[in-house]
């Protein structure tokens, strides 16, 4: 495999922006199809024979509890108006990650998601994980706290890597609930509770990073979204821009390519936006060539580009929370995961 590197022209979405069309700068996660759209697209790539089979067939069957789990959350604590208010003039995100007083709730889901989890893991490689995080899981609160706290903070000093996936699982659950529960709780009639934020390079609902972007179809066709690691929003961010620096000069897209082709045939639904400013990149996924792709299962099903990309001297901006890499014993944590 090698790398081949193109540079995009002005696209129909910068066109558009400029000639003043107004784009719907945030979409919120849909609660009956989050999930169960994740799951698909990842059963279809472990499909191919793909060398990562096992672990995107185990990411397959997470998905498909976590979607069950989303579909009967219990009411959480919110925020209030104030506190919204507050967010949005101080622009900031109204539920940050880092700083959220997480309602217990999120324990108790864990627990039922790795309860509905274990019996459909039979042989699975995975099974001896999810089983000693459950044998552990209810004797220990304060660990498993902590273990969200260096998940949500990006800490890998003292990280379970082998429970971090299932951890993060049940952190999205919980925050995707909690972005949809207070979307509906401020009711149609008042000013919306997410909006744009003074960091256009993190998420407006929790403030965390992107995994993916995605280059949409229909009525947003053309529009590049960046699509949160944590509770799945998406907010708009035109192309041929820097996700990490925000700039525009030296934005490249790079795709893996079998040694001996010609690169121009090709038009792969995943590729690397990298930036030769600041040395960083960012998976993008297109749905105009696949309409099935799904940023965080494909962000999983494409290590290889990861590794190609990393050896070209770049390094990852966004971070995937079922796939993480790093020494867990590196206190910087800077390392952001990967897929």
Not at 28 to 36: C, M, N, Q, S, V
Not at 121 to 136: C, E, F, M, Q
Request: net charge negative.
């Amino acid at each position: 495999m090698a790398l081949s590197s193109t540079t995009r022209l002005l696209s129909p979405e910068e066109i558009a922006v400029q000639a003043g069309q107004q784009v719907p700068y945030l979409r919120l996660p849909e609660r009956g199809t989050l999930f169960a759209e994740r799951e698909m697209r990842l059963r279809q790539l472990s499909a191919g024979g793909h060398a990562m089979r096992d672990f995107l067939v185990f990411m397959a069957e997470l998905a498909h509890v976590q979607h069950e789990l989303l579909q009967a959350y219990p009411a959480v604590a919110l925020s209030d108006a104030a506190a919204l208010d507050a967010a949005s003039r101080a622009g900031l995100p109204p539920l940050p990650a880092e700083h959220w007083p997480r309602d217990p709730a999120w324990r108790d889901g864990l627990r039922r998601l790795l309860d509905a989890l274990l019996p459909r893991l039979a042989g699975s490689p995975a099974l001896a994980a999810v089983r000693a995080l459950k044998d552990s899981s209810g004797r220990d609160d304060a660990w498993l706290d902590q273990q969200a706290d260096r998940l949500l903070t990006g800490v890998m000093l003292g990280l379970d890597l082998a429970a971090a996936p299932l951890i993060a699982a049940a952190l999205q659950v919980h925050w995707t609930h909690l972005v949809l529960a207070t979307q509906q709780a401020r009711g149609a009639d008042r000013l919306p509770p997410f909006g744009r934020t003074d960091d256009a390079t993190l998420c407006p609902c929790c403030g965390s990073r992107p995994t993916a972007s995605i280059s949409r179809i229909g009525g947003d066709a053309g529009f590049r979204y960046l699509h949160c690691a944590l509770c799945a929003g998406q907010w708009h961010m035109v192309r041929i821009k820097c996700t990490h620096c925000l700039g525009t000069q030296g934005i490249h897209y790079q795709s893996p390519q079998r040694v001996g082709t010609d690169s121009t045939d090709a038009k792969p639904a995943i590729e690397a936006e990298t930036c030769d400013a600041c040395g960083h990149y960012l998976k993008i996924v297109h749905m105009e060539r696949d309409a099935f792709v799904e940023p965080v299962a494909d962000d999983l099903g494409s290590v290889t580009l990861d590794l190609l990309v990393s050896e070209a001297g770049f390094q990852r901006h966004g971070v995937n929370l079922m796939l993480l890499f790093g020494d867990p014993d590196d206190p910087s944590g800077d390392d952001g995961g990967g897929g």
